[in-house]
């Protein structure tokens, strides 16, 4: 479903990623892992297409999207939920996702959505800016989905939020993938998240992977030392 082969991403002069490759099926969950600064985060946005590429391909369904504008890559089915959320705090929860319908074509949130996130319907004008964290993390996958994409990128969603509401956001990822049919690929420093949603565990260190292993064959202790500062 989403194939990155042989991805360079530099700064100027310095080289972030290294000729990185790693395939995503139809329906998996796969966990990109790292500590901060190993590419993770530029990784995403290079999918993404919110930085450019000097190297590789990037395909979706079969289709390279690689030269795609990040407004096109979206429209092509692939949706994006940043680091920091980054909702639109002065709207209402129900604005803000409709600002994900325009790729999608539908006219009104989808019902299914707020059966995802039950939070999401009791609040909806609320302003984001006075939800929680964990109810902002809600929110930000519930505007990805309603671009009705084929593959979800999250970039680091555990990120100063509380346990409970963890475990729960993991339950809700599953669900996506299993009624939607979607591929997900979650950035993620937390280990036990990281296990308990993904079907595949990759490690990037330095800006090249170094650890790509199917969930029931990961060896905890090996992937906790990466981790470690």
């Known amino acids: 479903m989403l194939d990155v082969e042989n991805l360079h991403v530099a700064y100027g002069q310095s080289e972030a990623l290294h000729g990185m490759s790693f395939g995503v099926a139809p329906g998996e969950i796969i966990a990109i892992m790292g500590r901060n600064g190993m590419g993770k985060t530029t990784l995403m946005k290079a999918m993404m297409g919110v930085m450019p590429s000097t190297q590789g391909a990037i395909r979706l369904g079969g289709e390279d999207i690689g030269g ?89 969603p555990t990120e100063g939020i509380q346990p409970s509401i963890i475990r729960e956001m993991g339950r809700t990822l599953r669900r996506i993938r299993d009624e939607r049919g979607l591929s997900i690929v979650v950035s993620e420093q937390v280990l036990s998240f990281a296990l308990d949603v993904a079907d595949r565990v990759l490690v990037v260190e330095n800006g090249e992977i170094v650890h790509d292993e199917p969930r029931a064959a990961v060896d905890e202790a090996k992937v906790a030392r990466y981790l470690s500062v």
């Open 68 to 156: 795609l504008k990040s407004h096109q890559r979206v429209r092509k089915g692939l949706a994006y939920v940043p680091q920091g959320r980054m909702i639109f705090s002065t709207m209402t929860v129900k604005e803000n996702i409709e600002t994900g319908l325009i790729a999608g074509g539908d006219r009104d949130v989808p019902a299914d959505i707020y059966e995802l996130f039950p939070v999401l319907l009791e609040m909806k004008g609320r302003r984001g800016g006075n939800l929680s964290g964990g109810q902002q993390q809600q929110l930000a996958i519930a505007r990805a989905l309603a671009t009705k994409p084929k593959v979800l990128l999250l970039d680091e």
